[in-house]
């Protein structure tokens, strides 16, 4: 194994004996650095992912690879996390929200895991690419018409790239109106620990769930329920908690890193790189899912000359491994871990694509002269192991370009038949005692995908 002397001195965890933090300020901001260090234990080396959390950090594409792709010695069911059962990871750790066991395809094997998948998988490949480009498209240009500075100033992570694909899954998943709102609240409370946005979240998934049945349509949740593996209600609401929170983040970040670079690095300027080809290059070099991926192995196994415990997590590193110097993307054309490998690999890797490219395209197009208000070098990183996102990015811009026409003369957005437009139409939504609907409380504030919605019909 090639060694790797970036890094004099201590080591960016601290004092040798200690592992690797993978998380904190310092791995916010050099995580390349701490890569490099963690390439000179060999293909896997140890870290701690939270305060008293420690785990086995695959580095190296090939031995990633081959975890990824062997679930029989490797599954992901983390109830049999040996420090867990053994009460030694805090109750509270940062860790669990994202390692503790859920009823969803991440941490299902074999026969349940395939079964859970298929659904997943086969409500997605129901998506329509050419719709889903038109209604990222919408989205994006509402959310371009909303932001509020006087002076030509916003700040995308918060405007743009976090609450962007919040929109475009309320249309996926067919959410009348107000019942999109609540989802995106839900889900938006569970990122920013809100008290109550569990509750939220699967109460107003339930309800959708229970509309579908109903009233099947063309979308993600119907498709969901109507797929021959038979989901319960339970299941189908996890599933669509991971396809939410599985889904949110990345985009977020591949979004948000995307622009950044465009504005603010050279090497992917527009003009020089497409947007496609700067999302590819983001995917390969700033891995939206850093780390993740926990695999608890049924047995010891060695790996170069380290051990991996029977039921210690093992977590890959999709990062370090599509940056392993080892590894010659461009002679032996390998693909980049941004979307995972195996049994478990993102299944929204298209509809993720088309949603990121649009994503980008659209805010360069309708703000052709905007730039970043501070150095790309100056933009602050999130420090948690599990992504690579900026934590804001602030940009200035003169004037948005004229909106393209309607079809019906009016400027305002592309026209396209969404669902979501249609389900705008009087679907009875199911009683809610602690929300009531948008038409029983018409003065309510609105959430942000009902005004979406009002903005598209023109309203
Ligand atoms: C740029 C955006 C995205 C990236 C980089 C990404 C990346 C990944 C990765 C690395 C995994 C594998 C995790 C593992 O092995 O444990 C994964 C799994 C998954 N992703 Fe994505 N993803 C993205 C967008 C999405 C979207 C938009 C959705 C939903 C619509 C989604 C749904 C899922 C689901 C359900 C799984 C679990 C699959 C399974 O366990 O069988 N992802 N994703
Ligand atoms: C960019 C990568 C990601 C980031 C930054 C991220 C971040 C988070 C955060 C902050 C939470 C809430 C934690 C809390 O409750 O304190 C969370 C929860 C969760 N995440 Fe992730 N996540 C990422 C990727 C994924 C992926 C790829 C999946 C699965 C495919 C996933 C599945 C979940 C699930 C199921 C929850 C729990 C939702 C609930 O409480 O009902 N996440 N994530």
Request: hydrophobic share 45%; with cysteine; charged share 20%.
């Amino acid at each position: 194994m090639e060694h790797h002397a970036d890094i004099g001195g201590p080591p960016p965890g601290g004092p040798a004996q200690e592992n690797v933090k993978l998380y904190g300020q310092a791995f916010g901001a050099d995580p390349e650095a701490h890569y490099n260090y963690l390439r000179t234990f060999g293909p896997t080396a140890p870290v701690d992912i939270a305060e008293g959390v420690e785990a086995t950090l695959v580095t190296n594409y090939q031995v990633a690879l081959a975890i990824l792709k062997d679930s029989a010695t490797f599954p992901r069911d983390s109830r049999n996390w040996a420090a867990l059962q053994e009460g030694r990871i805090p109750a509270d750790s940062p860790a669990l929200p994202m390692m503790g066991w859920r009823p969803n395809a991440l941490f299902a094997d074999g026969a349940a895991h395939a079964r859970l998948r298929a659904a997943v998988t086969g409500s997605l490949e129901a998506i329509d690419v050419q719709l889903l480009a038109r209604q990222t498209q919408q989205a994006a240009e509402y959310l371009i018409s909303q932001f509020s500075s006087p002076v030509g100033h916003a700040e995308l992570v918060q405007e743009y790239a976090g609450p962007l694909p919040l929109l475009v899954f309320g249309t996926l998943f067919g959410c009348p109106p107000e019942l999109g709102d609540r989802i995106i609240t839900g889900i938006t409370g569970i990122f920013t620990g809100t008290p109550g946005a569990d509750q939220l979240l699967g109460g107003s998934l339930l309800e959708l769930i229970a509309l579908k049945r109903r009233h099947p349509g063309e979308d993600v949740t119907s498709h969901l329920l109507t797929h021959q593996a038979g989901l319960t209600d339970e299941e189908a609401m996890h599933q669509l908690v991971t396809m939410l929170s599985g889904g949110t983040a990345p985009l977020a970040a591949a979004i948000s890193t995307c622009i950044a670079l465009m504005l603010g690095d050279d090497k992917y300027a527009m003009g020089r790189l497409s947007v496609e080809d700067a999302v590819s290059e983001v995917l390969w070099n700033y891995a939206p899912i850093a780390n993740y991926a926990g695999h608890y192995p049924v047995m010891d196994v060695k790996v170069g000359d380290r051990v991996l415990r029977a039921n210690d997590p093992v977590l890959i590193s999709f990062a370090a491994a599509n940056t392993d110097p080892n590894e010659r993307r461009d002679f032996n054309g390998q693909a980049h871990l941004a979307f995972g490998a195996g049994p478990h690999a993102c299944p929204a890797k298209d509809p993720a694509w088309v949603i990121a490219v649009k994503a980008v395209e659209t805010l360069l197009n309708r703000l052709p002269d905007v730039e970043l208000r501070c150095e790309f070098s100056a933009l602050a990183w999130n420090q948690e192991p599990w992504t690579r996102s900026l934590v804001t990015l602030p940009v200035r811009f003169t004037k948005p370009a004229p909106l393209p026409r309607r079809a019906d003369g009016t400027a305002g957005a592309v026209p396209a038949a969404a669902p979501a437009v249609e389900a705008a139409a009087p679907v009875p939504s199911a009683p809610s005692a602690a929300s009531p609907s948008a038409q029983e409380a018409p003065r309510r504030r609105k959430g942000m995908f009902s005004r979406l919605v009002e903005w598209i019909n023109g309203e």
